[in-house]
């Protein structure tokens, strides 16, 4: 077991953050619990010592593959795949490897962290949590506390925002912030992700779906890129099964992917038109009759208003081909091939919403898999089930002085718990919010890197009075904040008890592998802390300003005042009186019995009969259930495929997918459309100081046309500045046929700000800093292939 | 007694590089790009976009191919590199001496140097990681998302390996060299 980088460097690393502004601190005590926990290792190497071996889900992208933690003398030194889980087929891929390096990261939050000096100099002081816990409450003589701020809005609590990452601890957050603190000002992930695939598909047959990979004999997979952006168990089951061995697989992707690599064909189209694409591919099929009768008539709710509109509207693949650039005859082809299969899928997609159109752009994929009928059943878009597990409800206190969100303009269906990032953003920059908003609460979240625009993220947060940041890592975003508190990462916390559903449903535990390094604290810990410190202060705080609280306690005794405190849910730390442990082990007895918890806890995994489906088939793989056991048809009569959305009409959304000229792919002369996008060695900006994995892709590069590149002078690794209407960048090239000659790319999450990153700071271009901050006009969710750019070499 | 060897389903392989990471932990593999004992090969694309050739667009995982008849074996002045009972070849850094010859020798590429110890270093099958401790996989196969390596005895006729490389056709890298990998690449 060695040092892999030096000691020296680590420790700079480690002291770096804690040791500017006022206080400084010994390199040594900040290292103090150094022997309790192991030394430190960068990289690690497995031994012969007896280990303990800790179920854990991952928790480096969305996902939550199971693992099995190897800790040896009380360190983590290898992460490998739990083959109980059905989800995650038995495997970890590259970030679910590297963990160990998130773990260990010297650049790790260590300590509560108070800002001393201006926003975004990263002078801060370490101090206490009851000190951090405080400045929350009280502010310092540097930012206001939230209760000066409350006392000044006179306890309308909407004054304070909140925004949240993805993850398991992410529903306590909601509870502390949105149902206990009384905010309805909350966004999160979803809008700058995946709103509009959720939202078409939910509102087209009735949820998103799981794509039954293992069993489908034609995919179409257009914009998602399931060989780089892994997806349990989509990724799995495909790619085993492509190239000529079952899966036939189109690819739709204005670049050359590793997942176009696995096709039988590729169509290089135009970004923002794959709903022509769907257009033509529909109107083929009501034109030749391809389509399943017998299904439509029962289930394709105005289908023939669907199959007039298409026709007439004269959505023929001649039409599309201008649009895309997919030849006629290939979109003939596929659609007649997509037809004639046994178990086709248009494969859903995922992440962020390409283009304006992108809810028709689903409604219609979700239409075109209705007309296969291939639907609720084994290969094609199954609906699955859940186990359930009970739900703890929370008591939540009524606000007189709340008020409702506001960050509704331009928005047609306005999704009331999370919002829109942009449109939010956006309005109290321009000062239409009709209250002020004057803090954010922060958690595993970094609107700076996430968020189109930058630099508008920025004055946003320095417009605040108050910013507080829940991470594991000083990213971006929480160099804006004043205070931070350290969070312990995902293989230091057992984390509340998830449930996944569809074909092999099952439930899953994440454990803690070791307890929380330096003075960092499980989420549910800080919630409860943070509750106890708020509570008493905001409660008076009502009992000064809030009408409606005066009116009912009129006259009480301090017992009857405390009484109605209690119950009225104005005591904020109810949620959390028991610990993770203790409610985990209480919902999965509840619902399944002791025997179930145990194996839970031994295994990381529980499903009813686990133990008599659950078989090892060869070396690599698993059975998780027999497959007359799975889960492929379960809403029978009940599904419902809508086709024309009459009422969608009313609110100003074209009630069946239509083309509108406007979306048609467009760049000026000497310019470039900027495309993004992910790949399997990096999430987003929360991998990026990875030891690891910075080991395989150092930075990220521009991907531009090589004969386009040679026009201009431009050679691999030069650097080259990237300007948008809002900002600009700098990253190398790396001129490639993979990419159109008008059209440029770039990997999502790099280009880090932060200097307490060092692995990360500096290296490649933050594509946030110059994607125009557009909304599609349905959820108000960010548009990320809109944007044209000018380059040249610097 | 076994003799070890590898068949890789290297179409299933969509170049994640897990593999890579997990070998890393495993083994305590040093930081840096240079230094690994696993890889994926990819080879650049070729036609002019959009008419690419997708079938030129392939990625090979490599490693070690624990010949047979390793040349770095025969080549090693000092006997550091030797057989295992169970017919792998490993490194033994108490006897190297950094010459080097074995890397030349190697046609396969898949010796470096480990900087801490400055010794060769490269595949090992996880003999002295997870073999050692009774496990039966190496860290490149349990990791896998597509499951493109089968690590197992070629001489036991059960074992999956045996009955792979019975039923599907394969192929071995270099073949003409006479080295008798024991990595198989199945078609």
């Known amino acids: ?794 | 007694m076994a003799n070890y060897g590898m068949a890789l389903d290297y179409k299933n392989c969509i170049n994640c590089k897990a593999c890579e990471v997990a070998c890393k932990e495993e083994n305590g593999v040093q930081l840096g790009a240079d230094k690994h004992r696993i890889w994926v090969g990819v080879k650049e694309i070729e036609g002019l976009w959009p008419n690419l050739s997708i079938a030129s667009s392939t990625f090979e995982p490599s490693q070690c191919q624990q010949c047979e008849n390793a040349p770095c074996q025969e080549v090693c002045p000092t006997q550091a590199t030797h057989y295992t009972k169970d017919g792998v070849v490993m490194v033994d850094a108490d006897k190297c001496i950094l010459c080097s010859y074995c890397m030349e020798a190697c046609p396969y590429d898949a010796r470096y140097v480990k900087e801490d110890t400055m010794t060769v270093d490269k595949c090992t099958f996880c003999s002295d990681t997870r073999l050692l401790r009774g496990e039966t996989t190496t860290a490149c196969q349990a990791t896998c998302p597509t499951k493109v390596r089968t690590f197992g005895d070629l001489d036991d006729p059960n074992s999956e390996i045996s009955i792979l490389l019975a039923h599907r056709e394969h192929r071995t890298l270099k073949t003409h060299l006479g080295t008798k990998p024991k990595l198989f690449y199945l078609i």
């Open chain 1, 1 to 794: 077991m060695k040092v892999e980088i030096s000691r020296r460097r680590f420790l700079q690393g480690s002291v770096a953050l804690s040791i500017i502004g006022g206080t400084s601190i010994g390199a040594t005590s900040l290292l103090s619990d150094e022997n309790e926990h192991g030394e430190m290792r960068i990289m690690t190497r497995t031994t012969n010592t007896k280990a303990q071996k800790v179920p854990f889900l991952c928790g480096m992208c969305v996902n939550k593959c199971a693992g099995i933690a190897r800790v040896e003398k009380g360190v983590v030194v290898k992460l490998d795949p739990n083959p109980y889980f059905p989800k995650s087929r038995n495997m970890l891929c590259p970030r679910g490897n590297a963990g160990i390096q998130t773990l260990y990261d010297p650049d790790r939050l260590k300590y509560p962290l108070v800002r001393v000096g201006n926003r975004g100099d990263g002078k801060y002081k370490r101090v206490s949590w009851d000190e951090a816990y405080d400045a929350i409450l009280n502010g310092t003589d540097k930012f206001k506390g939230l209760l000066q701020i409350l006392d000044e809005e006179k306890d309308n609590r909407s004054t304070i925002g909140y925004c949240n990452g993805e993850g398991l601890s992410k529903e306590g957050f909601e509870e502390l912030m949105g149902l206990k603190i009384g905010t309805p000002n909350y966004v999160d992930e979803i809008s700058i992700c995946l709103e509009t695939v959720l939202g078409g598909y939910s509102a087209t047959i009735g949820a998103y779906g799981e794509a039954d990979m293992s069993n489908a004999d034609y995919v179409i997979i257009a914009g998602a890129n399931r060989a780089e952006a892994i997806i349990t168990p989509d990724t799995m089951d495909m790619f085993k099964r492509s190239k000529g061995r079952g899966l036939k697989t189109i690819v739709l992707d204005p670049r050359f992917t590793n997942t176009a690599a696995k096709a039988d064909r590729w169509y290089a189209v135009n970004p923002g038109t794959d709903l022509a694409f769907v257009l033509a591919l529909t109107y083929v099929v009501f034109d030749e009759n391809l389509y399943d009768k017998e299904f439509a008539k029962k289930y394709l709710v105005g289908y023939e208003d669907y199959k007039n509109h298409v026709i007439k509207n004269g959505y023929t693949p001649q039409w599309a081909e201008k649009i895309t650039n997919i030849p006629a005859d290939e979109i003939y082809k596929t659609a007649r091939e997509f037809m004639s299969s046994e178990h086709p899928i248009y494969y859903q997609g995922r992440r962020s919403v390409f283009a304006k159109n992108d809810f028709q752009l689903r409604r219609a994929q979700a239409i075109f898999q209705g007309l296969s009928g291939n639907l609720d059943k084994k290969g094609g878009i199954i609906y699955g089930k859940k186990l359930a597990l009970p739900k703890e409800d929370v008591n939540s206190p009524m606000y007189a002085q709340a008020q409702d969100r506001f960050d509704k303009e331009g928005i047609a269906i306005f999704a009331g718990k999370t919002g829109s990032w942009i449109v939010f953003r956006n309005m109290v920059l321009e000062g239409k919010n009709p209250y002020p908003l004057r803090a954010m609460f922060m958690r595993k979240h970094n609107p700076m890197a996430g968020v189109p625009n930058t630099k508008k993220t920025e004055e946003f947060l320095k417009k605040m009075d108050l910013n507080v940041m829940i991470d594991i890592l000083p990213s971006d975003t929480t160099m804006f904040c004043d205070v931070i508190l350290p969070e312990a990462s995902y293989l230091e916390r057992t984390s509340p008890v998830a449930s996944y559903g569809f074909l092999e449903p099952a439930i899953v535990q994440r454990k803690a592998a070791i307890k929380p390094m330096f003075e960092s604290k499980t989420p549910e810990v800080i919630y409860k802390e943070l509750a106890e410190k708020l509570t008493e202060p905001l409660w008076k705080n009502s009992l000064k300003y809030d009408e409606d609280v005066q009116d009912d306690t009129k006259g009480m005794k301090a017992d009857e005042l405390a009484k109605y405190y209690k119950e009225n849910g104005f005591d904020l730390t109810e949620p959390w009186e028991k610990s993770v442990e203790e409610l985990n082990k209480e919902r999965v007895v509840k619902a399944f019995g002791e025997e179930a918890w145990n194996t839970l806890e031994e295994k990381g995994v529980y499903y009813p009969n686990m133990d008599k489906y659950h078989k090892q088939l060869n070396p690599n793989e698993y059975q998780y259930y027999p497959d007359d056991k799975k889960n492929y048809t379960t809403k029978g009569d009940k599904l419902k495929v809508v086709v024309n959305f009459k009422n969608l009409a009313k609110k100003g959304v074209d009630p069946m997918p239509t083309w509108h000229d406007e979306w048609a792919f467009k760049v000026p002369d000497g310019q470039f459309r900027l495309v993004t996008g992910r790949h399997a060695q990096f999430t987003q900006s929360g991998t990026t100081n990875n030891m690891a994995l910075r080991d395989l892709i150092p930075t990220n590069y521009i991907w531009i046309n090589k004969r386009e590149a040679k026009k201009r002078g431009i050679e691999f690794g030069d650097m080259l500045e990237v300007k948008s209407s809002i900002g600009k960048i700098h990253i190398k090239a790396y001129p490639t046929e993979k990419i159109a000659p008008n059209m440029i790319f770039m990997l999502h999450g790099f280009g880090g700000s932060s200097k307490e990153m060092e692995m990360a700071y500096g290296k490649g271009g933050n594509d946030a800093a110059i994607i125009e901050d557009k909304i599609e006009p349905v959820y108000g969710a960010a548009v990320m292939h809109e944007t044209n750019v000018e380059i040249r070499k610097v």
